[in-house]
């Protein structure tokens, strides 16, 4: 044999040496099995324990914020509406946040958690400013809502009255005409707009004006000189003043009640 066909030879046996053989191929498919299934077990395993609520639980429960009118007990009871609470790393903050925030005198509010256990909740109300159609009130910028009339039944607020989505422009028409009564030291208590744009206000003593749908402030201040003049009948007590007129006014009457017996 030729010295080249020897050399071509043991290169060849070189090579088939070197290359892996099948059960080598085998041992490395195996030992890759055991590291995924080991790796699929402990995330199996993790993600069981992190839903068993007795590894992780949400035991602290903390609320912020300024708050008038929302109990404890009115946040436990929206949580506890969406089913058993869940663990920590589970429990679904977007879902408790929807929740209270369907509380309807709930502005805004946040929810957060914080580890180990702990779930925050901020809570924005609304501040009610007036009364509004008798079951909602409204706030400062005439935002409508509603309350547990219980839970504001001591406090006064003015009382305004108008067609539904109308909270602000009564409001605004509202604090108009206080503004201009208060400067000659009349109160308002509560201010009507009828679906016709027309116009009722019921002062602090509660005289019933009725202003109708055009020139409100022309006939306040017919109201105002007119009123100095009616306060000085001493023996009856005005009810009613209806400046619907070009001129002038329709007064209404009510006897002052006495202690005089009746002859």
Do not use: C
């Not at 995330?43 to 929302?70: F, I, Q």
């Not at 004006?209 to 009123?227: A, C, H, I, P, S």
């Amino acid at each position: 044999m030729s010295q080249a066909a020897r050399n071509v030879r043991e290169r060849e046996s070189e090579a088939q040496g070197s290359r892996p053989s099948n059960g080598y191929y085998l041992v490395g498919i195996i030992f890759f099995l055991m590291v995924a299934g080991t790796i699929a077990w402990g995330g199996w395993m993790a993600l069981d324990w992190m839903k068993d609520s007795s590894k992780l639980p949400l035991s602290k429960l903390v609320l912020t914020g300024e708050r008038h009118y929302t109990t404890n007990d009115d946040v436990r009871k929206a949580i506890l509406s969406l089913g058993t609470p869940k663990t920590f790393i589970t429990q679904d903050v977007n879902a408790i946040q929807e929740k209270i925030k369907q509380l309807p005198w709930i502005q805004h509010v946040t929810v957060r958690k914080q580890w180990p256990d702990e779930l925050k909740i901020h809570l924005v109300e609304y501040v009610p400013y007036a009364r509004w159609n008798d079951t909602q009130l409204l706030d400062a910028e005439g935002q409508e809502f509603s309350l547990p009339m219980e839970r504001i039944a001591n406090r006064k607020y003015p009382i305004l009255h108008g067609p539904k989505s109308k909270g602000k422009d009564v409001l605004r028409e509202y604090h108009t005409m206080a503004d201009f009564l208060e400067k000659h030291q009349i109160k308002l208590k509560a201010v009507s707009m009828t679906a016709r744009n027309s116009w009722q206000l019921i002062l602090d003593n509660n005289i019933r004006l009725e202003l109708g749908t055009k020139d409100k402030t022309q006939r306040m201040k017919r109201f105002v000189e007119l009123y100095s003049r009616l306060r000085e009948n001493t023996e009856k007590r005005v009810d009613y003043i209806d400046l619907r007129y070009e001129n002038g006014a329709a007064v209404g009457w009510t006897p002052l009640l006495t202690d005089k017996p009746v002859q």
